[in-house]
């Protein structure tokens, strides 16, 4: 269990927050047992102690908010488990932040068990945990204690019941990418995705995007990872040719070896469409077959302050998702102003309809507790991506 301390709080706006350098001192204690002579010592006699006094948990803050951070600190997620708790401390070291105490629990040995020592530990907010499965073991927990789950998942089944989403959902990126390529004229789409839950939902969002953008869904192909699927699923598709724009629901890896079948089978001029994930990919943009490609996703230029700090802290590149961390603590600190310590924390407020700035830019919470996002269209260009649709910057008059 780590522990995340903060620093006195200034006004400082959520889009340029300020690193303050801070430094650990740790001091060590000896004790020296004097030499003499050899008495006999007196019969050892048993402390008598109160048990109603001792108390298991944390040392109490009256001064702080106790909020806990449920992240995988060991296993094979523990990469971005860490680097979502550097996110944290990163935050309230750039708010300079006294009100909030961050405690991390590690959800790897168990998210329900782990939930329940934050609990009892007196935590009033939650953030995290990272994988939907662990959403659903916590949420009743912490829900019948009265404290909000504010997640990093994007698995939306498993919001609502008191936990909250900010990951970062594939329906948004696939319906903005389409009014956008609608608006450039694109009427004919087809559409690429992979078997398995992220397909059937990516699929789902593709043809209410298409419908509602006024366009038209021509060939929706399905492929899985075996060889020579994703070939026979693009020369299905060209029976259904041409089509102005296809939508690859898919990582970049698996979209740049998809392009260049689809230039021989009926796509040669069709625009490459691109969804959330190929933001998190830091190679994306050096992939030659998608030079023209189009993909929404959250802004990155507050992102690559971000990083930049992070990495000179320390001494590493953060994981894409961190920014998640970061920007709940951001969501936290802005609430904490009004929260009086030791009180719950005040869930009405998650509901702020002109919503929360961040590091990934404006969001909101919807009646379904899932994160809406202004999001902006890249196009990838000579190796590099270029944005051609910036994101709105707040929710005012929606």
């Given at each position: 269990m780590?522990?995340?301390?903060?620093?006195?709080q200034r006004g400082v706006?959520?889009?340029?927050?300020?690193?303050?350098?801070?430094a650990l001192i740790l001091s060590g204690c000896q004790t020296v047992v004097p030499r003499g002579p050899v008495t006999k010592a007196p019969p050892a006699t048993r402390p008598v102690t109160d048990p109603s006094l001792i108390d298991p948990g944390i040392p109490v803050d009256t001064a702080r908010h106790r909020v806990a951070l449920l992240v995988p600190m060991t296993g094979g997620n523990a990469g971005v488990g860490q680097s979502l708790a550097n996110a944290t401390q990163l935050a309230l070291l750039d708010t300079k932040n006294e009100k909030v105490r961050i405690t991390t629990y590690d959800t790897a040995t168990g998210a329900a068990a782990a939930a329940q020592r934050a609990i009892a530990d007196g935590n009033k907010l939650i953030l995290g945990p990272l994988l939907g499965e662990?959403?659903?073991?916590?949420?009743?927990?912490?829900?019948?204690?009265?404290?909000?789950?504010v997640s990093f998942s994007n698995d939306a089944s498993a919001a609502g019941n008191g936990a909250y989403l900010m990951g970062y959902v594939p329906g948004q990126s696939i319906s903005r990418v389409v009014d956008y390529a609608r608006g450039q004229g694109v009427e004919s789409f087809a559409g690429l995705?992979?078997?398995?839950?992220?397909?059937?939902?990516?699929?789902t969002s593709f043809l209410r995007a298409v419908e509602g953008a006024g366009g038209q869904v021509v060939t929706l192909q399905t492929y899985d990872r075996a060889s020579g699927s994703l070939a026979a699923a693009v020369t299905r598709m060209a029976r259904n040719s041409p089509y102005q724009a296809v939508l690859i629901a898919d990582?970049?890896?698996?979209?740049?070896?998809?392009?260049?079948l689809l230039r021989k089978n009926g796509g040669a001029a069709a625009r490459v469409l691109g969804t959330e994930l190929w933001n998190s990919e830091a190679s994306i943009a050096g992939k030659?077959?998608?030079?023209?490609?189009?993909?929404?996703?959250?802004?990155?230029?507050?992102?690559?302050?971000?990083?930049?700090?992070y990495r000179a802290r320390f001494g590493a590149a953060p994981f894409r998702l961190?920014?998640?961390?970061?920007?709940?603590?951001?969501?936290?600190?802005?609430i904490a102003r009004d929260w009086r310590v030791g009180d719950a924390f005040p869930e009405a407020r998650l509901h702020d309809s002109g919503g929360f700035a961040g590091i990934d830019g404006a969001f909101r919470f919807g009646r379904d507790n899932i994160a809406e996002r202004a999001l902006e269209v890249q196009e990838i260009r000579g190796g590099t991506t270029v944005v051609v649709s910036p994101a709105p910057t707040g929710f005012a008059g929606k």
């Open positions: 780590a522990e995340a301390v903060s620093i006195p706006s959520l889009f340029r927050a300020a690193i303050v350098a801070g662990d959403i659903r073991a916590i949420a009743p927990i912490a829900r019948r204690a009265g404290v909000p789950v995705v992979p078997n398995g839950l992220y397909g059937e939902r990516a699929s990582g970049g890896a698996s979209a740049a070896a998809a392009v260049p030659a077959s998608l030079h023209g490609a189009w993909f929404a996703s959250v802004p990155d230029n507050l992102y690559r302050q971000y990083a930049a700090k961190s920014s998640l961390g970061y920007d709940a603590v951001l969501l936290t600190v802005r």
